[in-house]
């Protein structure tokens, strides 16, 4: 059985109004006068009617705006400012196990990720070859993610031999995306190569994928593992490097050393790092208390 058609109740006011109209105009005078009330009758019929239809609410029938499903607009993050940026960092409070920030730590670089990939030894031939290269040399140079496309912000923590690096850095959102992707497509790329350093000594590197805690809007990670000499002795340097992106800016955090990955830190990092932007990001100010992860 079909439904009836639910005639919105604007409509009835109206009609109403009208019917009352045509009423009056009936009772008017034989003479011409009864055509003139009728005229005027109906135009007033009408202006009530439009005037009724301008107040009828329009849209959808459930009051949501387009889009949002829960019947409120989520507001867009802001652009990430130089201010924006620096407020966005960690602080000592923000990591466990005795990290001390330094002052230079946009200077830190490794010998051990200066070197040329073997392109002999990839069956796929350089393609790849060029995605490993790449990824040392973003490693080193500290720009894994690309060049910001705005305002950016580092800081550096140190405990014994391991160092902690994060970044806040605005980007293009589709070239963020992109790199994260490519970030993904490493561990199978780059499964495991041989770098020749600049002394002729040969280094073995492993990429591997790592998990990354369930925060910002996308996220990505790789665990590199680089076996060869340093000062004279063989060494292994362990590094995890994690990438957040929260509207079109990122958090990136690369920590370990000859002591290992700093798994656990790097994780807390992460975590206290992109709710500190989103916090930014939303007209915030992060608290400088230490972020709890439980």
């Keep these: 059985m ?46 009530a009617e439009r005037d009724i239809a301008e107040q009828a609410p329009t849209g959808s029938p459930t009051g949501s705006p387009t889009g949002s499903p829960t019947g409120s607009a989520t507001a867009s993050p802001s652009a990430l400012t130089e201010s924006g940026a620096k407020a966005a960092l960690l602080t000592e409070t923000d990591l466990e196990g005795g990290w001390n920030q330094v002052r230079d730590a946009g200077k830190w670089r490794d010998s051990m990720l200066i070197g040329q990939v073997d392109v002999a030894q990839f069956l796929t031939g350089k393609a790849d070859a060029s995605d490993c290269q790449e990824l040392v040399d973003g490693l080193y140079g500290e720009d894994l993610l690309g060049k910001p496309s705005g305002a950016s912000a580092l800081t550096g923590f140190q405990q014994g031999d391991s160092r902690l690096l994060e970044q806040v850095a605005a980007y293009d959102r589709a070239a963020l995306d992109d790199r994260l992707k490519w970030m993904a497509s490493l561990p199978q790329k780059c499964d495991q190569f041989t770098l020749d350093g600049s002394g002729g000594g040969e280094r073995t590197v492993q990429v591997t994928e790592v998990s990354v805690p369930e925060v910002g809007d996308a996220r990505q990670g790789v665990h590199v593992t680089v076996r060869g000499d340093a000062d004279g002795g063989p060494a292994t340097l362990s590094l995890m490097v994690t990438a ?46 230490p972020t709890d992860l439980d």
Aim: charged residues 20%; aromatic residues 2%; proline residues 5%.
């Design 244 to 289: 957040v992106r929260v509207g079109d800016s990122a958090v990136t955090v690369t920590g370990g050393g000859l002591d290992g990955d700093q798994k656990d830190s790097v994780e807390q990092a992460t975590q206290a790092g992109a709710e500190r932007l989103r916090t930014v990001l939303d007209g915030g100010t992060p608290s400088p208390q």
């Design 2 to 47: 079909s439904r009836r058609p639910v005639v919105p109740p604007f409509r009835l006011v109206a009609s109403a109004l009208a019917a009352a109209a045509l009423l009056t105009t009936a009772a008017c005078s034989d003479d011409g006068a009864a055509t003139t009330a009728a005229d005027t009758a109906a135009d007033q019929a009408r202006a």
